[in-house]
């Protein structure tokens, strides 16, 4: 089945900074690459997803990209915020597959 | 429109028992996973129904179970309880599946065992 690692599992930055979350996977065969941020004691939500047939996606502060053949996607948040400040999980979805693999999360602390 | 809500949010059981969780999707979704959240492991997947079939299954003991009913609500149950099973449990609902359309959480039943 498929496999995700996440890395760093924290990250601590400077408001403002930029901060890079990254995931590898394993099944060649996934297309789907959602990005979810959970909130101290709240459910998780999705914030970005990206699919195999694109490369990059933005939404404001928000950057997902993807290399296909290195098998990794990223994150990249820039001109952080405290409000950022939450655990980031990356996932795939293997072809073929209705499920999602999560990575065990990044706890992302920004610091004012 | 309502949200996906799980109830209860919190659990307390003693080793030995078991206990049914239960899963209401958003309005029109089919599809319900579960997943077992526990600190430095991430989301860890359990099971996932659509129309009332398990479609598929994670590397979970039969301890753990499932089953939707026709108007899409989920119950998940756990056996013979362990230590080990206190965590976080999410379900998620999503039109056709988690990996097709997007994937909505509910806010989790925590689950002490002790």
Request: proline share 4%.
């Amino acid at each position: 089945g498929e496999n995700v690692e996440q890395h760093p599992s924290t990250l601590s930055v400077q408001e403002g900074d930029s901060a890079v979350i990254k995931c590898t996977y394993s099944d060649s065969a996934s297309n789907y690459f959602p990005w979810y941020k959970q909130e101290l004691g709240k459910r998780p939500q999705l914030i970005i997803d990206i699919r195999s047939n694109v490369g990059e996606k933005k939404d404001q502060r928000i950057a997902v990209t993807l290399n296909k053949t290195a098998k990794h996607f990223s994150l990249h948040i820039t001109e952080t915020q405290p409000e950022d400040s939450a655990v980031y999980f990356c996932a795939a979805r293997g072809s073929g597959y209705s499920t999602l693999t999560f990575g065990k999360g990044t706890m992302l602390l920004v610091s004012p | 429109k309502a949200g996906v809500t799980q109830t209860p949010r919190y659990l307390i059981k003693t080793r030995g028992q078991q206990v049914t969780l239960s899963c209401s999707p958003i309005s029109g979704h089919r599809s319900v996973s579960w997943y077992q959240q526990t600190p430095g492991q991430g989301l860890q997947f359990l099971f996932e129904y659509f129309s009332e079939t398990q479609r598929n299954k994670g590397n979970f003991p039969g301890r753990f179970s499932g089953r939707q009913f026709s108007n899409s609500r989920s119950e998940m149950n756990v056996s013979t309880l362990e230590l080990g099973d206190s965590a976080l449990y999410l379900c998620a609902s999503s039109l056709t599946g988690p990996g097709n359309t997007e994937a909505f959480f509910g806010q989790g039943t925590r689950l002490t065992v002790v």
